[in-house]
Nanobody
Framework: QVQLVESGGGLVQPGGSLRLSCAAS????????MGWYRQAPGKQRELVAD???????NYADSVKGRFTISRDNAKNTVYLQMNTLKPEDTAVYYC???????????????WGQGTLVTVSS
């Protein structure tokens, strides 16, 4: 019903930048919140940032001032601009979308497949 395609992960040196993208497609009636989570080895998945349909944003304290989340509603796409990356940002980053589907207008929560971000010199 709803599919997510993530891109933009990779290897970057400390202090560098990366931009993640996540495009939603399928039988979408509307998209409410879109967000990014991450999971480092041996740790629980945690919220990095999310953004509502109205543009309100929320960030984890550890990324405030360094990461920026944005969305293009016309393209059903959410972005995460990551600057001043640190080794502790190394993790698999997952896109999360909460939407209503066209068939019966029910709410669904969908996860992307994950994209690896490695911050290392």
């Amino acid at each position: 019903q709803v599919q997510l395609v993530e891109s933009g992960g990779g290897l970057v040196q400390p202090g560098g930048s990366l931009r993640l993208s996540c495009a939603a497609s399928g039988s979408i009636f509307s998209i409410n919140a879109m967000g990014w989570y991450r999971q480092a080895p041996g740790k629980q998945r945690e919220l990095v940032a999310d953004i509502t349909s109205g543009g309100s944003t929320n960030y984890a304290d550890s990324v405030k001032g360094r990461f920026t989340i944005s969305r293009d509603n016309a393209k059903n796409t959410v972005y995460l601009q990551m600057n001043t990356l640190k080794p502790e940002d190394t993790a698999v980053y997952y896109c999360n979308v909460r939407a209503r589907v066209e068939v019966d207008y029910r709410y669904v929560e969908v996860w992307g497949q994950g994209t690896l971000v490695t911050v290392s010199s």
